[in-house]
């Protein structure tokens, strides 16, 4: 009988991650594949049904809200963006989070330099600072042409750079992870450092956008 | 064009493709449930990211442009789950008739779960 999907399936912390409802749809073969794996995993004792549901709780809670804290801390405090930029995951740790054993590059974009961050081979992302990675990450037309014609994809996103602007793409592995630091946008000079944070966009930390202006428009 | 020759069909860096959609989707509950299988059975130390690495480059090509991102995940857990001995095809299908029997939608075949 059709009722509504338990409360631990709540997405009650998705800020950024939203869901759909697929509670009264017919399962496809790989829904039906994903119950069985999970009852079987449960049966063998190598999980329960409350770390499943604990483990989606942390992804709703993830968003790229942890990446844009770290962003605007190393845009008010010139020790750890040089911190940041020689070891960010020691830098993740003094901050209070957690590196969860990947190494993390940060990459700085200057007036000069542009960074934007790929995975052809896959879709290695920063997830515990950025949350889920967007679709167009995982996809092919962002994976083969990034590397290839930068400023094509990237105008695609609605960034033009200018021509004496060097862009840099940096390729990702399955042990490492990149970060971008986004240029600090003009006039934010008296922002404090929560009001910084929320100009610090995923698709900037990505490279793919600028952060945003102070003046309120967001991508 | 010859640089690709000999390259594995995922090592797609630098080829033609279309525009980039700049569009995302909301998960669904069961895509949200294969994160969280991920997520733990990584964490266990029951496969490696290599291994897994392996089994979805090996789905091939015609995985990647017909299935579903979180679909080739399930794809992919299962297959190293039935490689790691953590159970066996038997035990696999007997659990999909069971599960199938209960109901077509998750709503009927899991009411009473949690996860």
């Not at chain 1, 009650?12 to 994903?34: C, I, K, N, R």
């Not at chain 1, 009001?195 to 003046?215: F, H, K, N, Q, W």
């Not at chain 2, 594995?8 to 069961?30: I, K, L, S, T, Y």
Request: glycine content about 8%.
């Amino acid at each position: 009988m059709p009722h509504d999907p338990p409360e631990t399936e709540s997405p009650s912390h998705g800020a950024h991650v939203g869901h759909l409802d697929d509670f009264h749809t017919p399962l496809t073969y790989w829904q039906t594949l994903e119950i069985a794996v999970r009852e079987l995993l449960i049966e063998k004792g190598i999980t329960t049904g409350a770390e499943i549901a604990a483990a989606i709780d942390s992804m709703d809670r993830r968003s790229p809200a942890d990446g844009a804290r770290l962003i605007a801390k190393a845009w008010i405090d010139d020790r750890f963006r040089r911190k940041l930029l020689a070891d960010g995951s020691a830098a993740m740790t003094e901050f209070g989070l957690n590196p969860a054993g990947l190494r993390l590059l940060a990459v700085e974009n200057t007036p000069g330099i542009h960074n934007v961050i790929v995975c052809t081979l896959c879709s290695c992302y920063p997830r515990n600072l950025l949350g889920l990675p967007p679709d167009w990450y995982k996809e092919r037309a962002y994976r083969s042409r990034l590397v290839r014609t930068p400023r094509v994809v990237l105008a695609e996103f609605g960034l033009e750079l200018p021509a004496e602007t060097t862009v840099r793409v940096h390729d990702s592995t399955a042990d490492m992870r990149y970060i971008v630091i986004p240029q600090r946008p003009a006039g934010t000079t008296d922002m404090t450092e929560d009001e910084l944070a929320g100009l610090v966009t995923r698709d900037s930390m990505i490279g793919v956008s600028r952060a945003s202006s102070p003046r309120g428009f967001r991508e | 064009m010859s640089e690709f020759v000999g390259r594995q069909w995922h090592d797609m860096g630098g080829q033609d493709a279309g525009p980039v959609v700049n569009e995302d989707h909301d998960f669904a509950f069961w895509e949200k449930r294969v994160d969280a299988l991920m997520v733990i059975a990584s964490g266990t130390g029951r496969f490696s990211v290599d291994q897994l690495r392996r089994v979805l480059e090996d789905m091939g090509e015609s995985a990647f442009e017909t299935m579903s991102y979180y679909e080739r995940w399930i794809a992919a857990i299962n297959r190293v789950l039935i490689e790691s001995g953590i159970y066996t095809t038997e035990e696999l299908a007997r659990k999909l008739s069971d599960v199938r029997a209960r109901g077509t939608t998750y709503g009927d075949c899991c009411q009473s779960e949690t996860g």
